[in-house]
């Protein structure tokens, strides 16, 4: 199994920033992609950005300009630095690793962080 621990989440206020941490373990396995995706109170859970194992990213139109997503791969580690934060932010946040482990392919999910933005 690939295990993903999340962390960075909190509370801020509007116009703040936090930074997210997703860190992947286990053993005999490759990483492709890795996202980070939200879920709000009472909505379905969104994709908020995306990175390839080439660096190629894309982002939610809601966040463009304001969140990076980038990736340590020596640490297995993928990053979401969201700047000018905005109430309707607040959301459970998750990570999504997919790849290789062996031969199968896997797609594992972290714990979800809280971030809590207030005006």
């Known amino acids: 199994q690939v295990q993903l621990v999340e962390s960075g989440g909190g509370l801020v206020q509007a116009g703040g920033s936090l930074r997210l941490s997703c860190a992947a373990s286990?053993?005999?396995?490759?990483?492709?992609?890795m996202d980070w995706y939200r879920q709000a109170p009472g909505k379905q859970r969104e994709l908020v950005a995306g990175?390839?194992?080439?660096?190629?990213?894309n982002y939610a139109d809601s966040v463009k300009g304001r969140f990076t997503i980038s990736r340590d791969n020596a640490k297995n580690t993928v990053y979401l630095q969201m700047n000018d934060l905005k109430p309707e932010d607040t959301a459970v946040y998750y990570c999504?690793?997919?790849?290789?482990?062996?031969?199968?392919?896997?797609?594992?999910w972290g714990q979800g962080t809280q971030v809590t933005v207030s005006s």
């Open positions: 286990g053993s005999f396995f490759t990483i492709n992609a």
């Open positions: 990175i390839s194992n080439g660096d190629s990213t």
């Open positions: 999504n690793v997919r790849g290789k482990r062996l031969i199968v392919d896997f797609s594992s």
